[in-house]
Structures are given as structure tokens and as C-alpha cells.
């Protein structure tokens, strides 16, 4: 004869026992302590890391508004090389400004100036440009970029945060004193 067994819902408390809090080995918090070690170093690394690829933007250096010199400073038709700016300060004959960034276009060379052919010549694929920044000869694809110019107070400024790229010279991409 088989007995059906039913539990009651006082049989079943009496047969789900609550579990004794263990305590805790020495092995579990040394592993804890571990863990939150290596999460602290993995944090501070990580923060190292990102304050490591800021850029460090101090006044007149790259990627701020750097001081060329006073406006006298630059005769009409002068091409000025400024080292801080990475650009050549280019005063037209009619008196205006132009700031190159002397990086060639072709391949990211940087382009002296050639005071004797009054061009840029990029000496790695010879592409030449003008005192305007003008593509005289490929292979280059257009024109040298742009650094805004600032004239204030009888001082011309840099401003190398970001460079303007352009397809050809535009009058308006000249500023006068």
C-alpha cells in the first residue's frame, strides 16, 4: 500500500534549515584584497594614461596663439620662418599677413622656405608653392593650410589651435594691419 506523502507548509519550514554564516577564510580575504588592489592599480593606471595623452597647452607654444613680433617688424614681400608655430609668416607685397603651416599637403614634409626661387620646395617629392602658399608644381594636392593671423595692438599673433584647409588662395584669407 503506498502512503501519499504531502508536505505541509510546517513540515517544509522544518525541513528548509537556514544556513550558518562561515566565517571567513583567511584565503577568501586575502583574494578580496587582491581583486581590489589590482582594480586600484588598474584605475590609477588608466588615469595615468589619459592625463599622459592631454595635450599641455601653454601661451606661445604649438596649439595656442603664439607672438610672431610687431607688425614693423615684417617688410612687405618677407617670408619669416616662426619656430614656435610651425608656419612661415608671409607679409604680402600690399602689406597683408598670411600664416603657413609648413607642413607640405603631398605627404605632411615639412617645406622650407627657398629664399634664392622665393617658393617652398618639399624636399621630399618637390612639390613648390608660392608666397601665398599657392600650389605651383604637384604632387601635391592644393595649397599649403592656414593659420588665422591676429593683429592687435601693433603685434601679430598666431593662432595654430587648428589649421584651415583650402583648396585655393582667396584674397579674404589675407589680413591686413
Same mark, same amino acid.
Given at each position: ?54 595635450? &599641455? !597647452? @601653454? /601661451? +606661445?607654444? *604649438?596649439?595656442? =596663439? ?24 608671409? &607679409? !604680402? @607685397? /600690399? +602689406?597683408? *599677413?598670411?600664416? =603657413? ?28 608653392? +608660392?608666397?601665398?602658399?599657392? =600650389? ?42
Amino acid at each position: 500500500m503506498k502512503r501519499n506523502y504531502k508536505p505541509t507548509a510546517s513540515n517544509q519550514a522544518d525541513q528548509i534549515k537556514p544556513k550558518a554564516k562561515r566565517p571567513v577564510s583567511r584565503r577568501d580575504a586575502l583574494k578580496t584584497a587582491w581583486a581590489a588592489l589590482g582594480g586600484l592599480v588598474a584605475l590609477e593606471a588608466g588615469g595615468f594614461t589619459l592625463a599622459y595623452m592631454q595635450p &599641455r !597647452l @601653454a /601661451d +606661445g607654444e *604649438f596649439g595656442g =596663439l603664439i607672438a610672431a613680433g610687431a607688425v614693423g617688424e615684417f617688410p612687405p614681400g618677407s617670408v619669416t620662418h616662426i619656430t614656435n608655430a610651425r608656419a612661415y609668416l608671409s &607679409r !604680402l @607685397a /600690399d +602689406g597683408g *599677413f598670411l600664416a =603657413l603651416y609648413q607642413r607640405c599637403t603631398h605627404l605632411g614634409c615639412s617645406v622650407p622656405w627657398d629664399q634664392s626661387a622665393n617658393t617652398f620646395i618639399c624636399p621630399c617629392h618637390s612639390s613648390e608653392f +608660392g608666397t601665398q602658399g599657392e =600650389l605651383l608644381s604637384p604632387p601635391a594636392p592644393r595649397p599649403l593650410d592656414l593659420f588665422p593671423v591676429v593683429v592687435a595692438d601693433g603685434l601679430v599673433s598666431i593662432d595654430t589651435a587648428a589649421p584651415v584647409s583650402r583648396q585655393e588662395f582667396d584674397p579674404s584669407q589675407v589680413v591686413y594691419p
